[in-house]
């Protein structure tokens, strides 16, 4: 089975951030992206990419940039369309925000997005499918050699208790405390084609490994691999999918640039003729479970030998090593605030303060509304004073 890698022009950025639609009075999800849609045709209909878009569940609305070259102008993209679809909401009593699951909204009570794909996910997947209400960030980078692109994929495998952890933002499911960072990455790795990426040898292997996907009747089309990492032929990029629901946009400029800096590093590496780490699936698979616990307390393992090493340390140097690139890239200051997430909390360390200093669940809403609308980390007595 041939699959043609449509190879970019540099490493060029693509955006996918889900954003929750919280009822103003409730602080519950409300089902009403068909609405919302309806109301931004513009935005919404037409073309082959649209701004704004339905996802699994009504309660979602997907923001999409178009091709782009900084994380800059990717911010900007997606800037101008969040301020668009925030008019729309609140015309409908709808507020926005971005965590990885709604601490207090029930999956049961979610309404499926009017899509036959979807319709035909459920089917097939059933139970697995119908909870999942959870909300998500999807980078996509360019990669310019379809031979780069598997290596590229393997070597970004070690570093998804990195992503996972600094953007972690689902503690909370269904009105409790699940005591995980990311109740999301089960959740949604429960899928039988979700996960860490298969660690492949080349492009001949992945198009072997799809050709048996399909003809086995897992898959109807590679579209439905829903890996952590992942090739994207269409769009001649790797997408790295391991980032739970994004609070603020500051936060959504550092995952891009963070994945912009290592997918350069890296396609730098191998124009030099070097070959790409390739962590052993095991370490990949364990590494991923602990930053899902214990977020940026996780300590991860190194090599395959069983060394380890505190991951908010290993955070900091790659920090360090990636600012040359990130320099070059115009990303630098976008970068940084990886930093500050490590200083003042990820954003499931920011929602359990809210709890510790007594606040409820509907204030840990408040507080992601209020994130998102002004593109900062916020306290749960920040919040209280503008609501008396």
């Given amino acids: 089975m041939a699959i043609d890698f449509n190879a ?6 693509g955006i996918e951030w889900e954003l929750q639609l919280v009822d ?17 045709p513009a935005l919404s209909e037409g073309g082959d990419n649209p701004r704004i878009r339905h996802e699994l569940m009504e309660s979602t609305v997907e923001v999409v940039t178009d091709i782009r070259h900084t994380v800059g102008e990717a911010k900007a993209d997606l800037a101008g369309t969040l301020a668009a679809l925030r008019s729309a909401a609140a015309d409908r009593g709808l507020a926005l925000a ?23 996910l459920v089917e097939e997947m059933q139970w697995l499918a119908r909870r999942i209400q959870t909300f998500g ?18 070597a970004l495998s070690a570093y998804l208790p990195h992503f996972l952890a600094l953007t972690a933002s689902s503690p909370f499911w269904s009105g409790g405390d699940t005591g995980l960072a990311s109740c999301r990455a089960v959740v949604f790795g429960q899928l039988p084609t979700a996960g860490p990426p298969h660690l492949l040898d080349d492009w001949a292997a992945f198009e072997d490994y799809m050709d048996t996907l399909l003809r086995s009747g897992t898959i109807r089309s590679i579209k439905e691999v829903w890996w952590d990492v992942r090739p994207h ?19 959504v400029g550092m995952a891009a640039a963070l994945c912009q800096s290592l997918v350069t590093l890296f396609e730098q590496q191998l124009d030099r003729g070097y070959t790409l ?9 364990d590494n991923k479970w602990r930053a899902t616990r214990y977020g940026l307390d996780a300590i991860v393992i190194t090599d395959d030998r069983g060394h380890t090493v505190p991951l908010r340390d290993d955070l900091y140097e790659l920090i360090r090593e990636l600012e040359p690139v990130a320099d070059r890239l115009g990303c630098a200051e976008e970068l940084k605030v990886a ?10 360390e920011r929602q359990r303060a809210v709890r510790a200093d007594g606040g409820s669940l509907e204030d840990v809403v408040d507080v992601a509304i209020t994130e998102l ?11 209280a004073r503008a609501g008396t």
């Fill in 339 to 348: 930093g500050e997430v490590l200083d003042h909390g990820a954003p499931y």
């Fill in 8 to 13: 970019s022009n540099g490493a060029t950025l």
């Fill in 137 to 154: 960030v999807h980078v996509h980078v360019g990669v310019s050699d379809v031979d780069k692109a598997i290596p590229i994929v393997n």
């Fill in 233 to 251: 032929p269409d769009f001649g990029t790797v997408e790295i999918r391991m980032f739970d629901g994004i609070p603020t946009l500051r936060e």
């Fill in 98 to 120: 971005c965590t990885g699951t709604h601490p207090i909204s029930d999956w049961r009570d979610a309404v499926m997005a009017p899509m036959q794909r979807y319709a035909d």
């Fill in 373 to 383: 609308a002004e593109d900062r980390f916020v306290t749960l007595g920040e919040v």
């Fill in 277 to 285: 780490p390739r962590p052993a699936a095991w370490v990949v698979r």
């Fill in 24 to 40: 103003a009075e409730t602080r519950h999800l409300r089902q009403d992206a068909r609405g919302v849609l309806a109301a931004l």
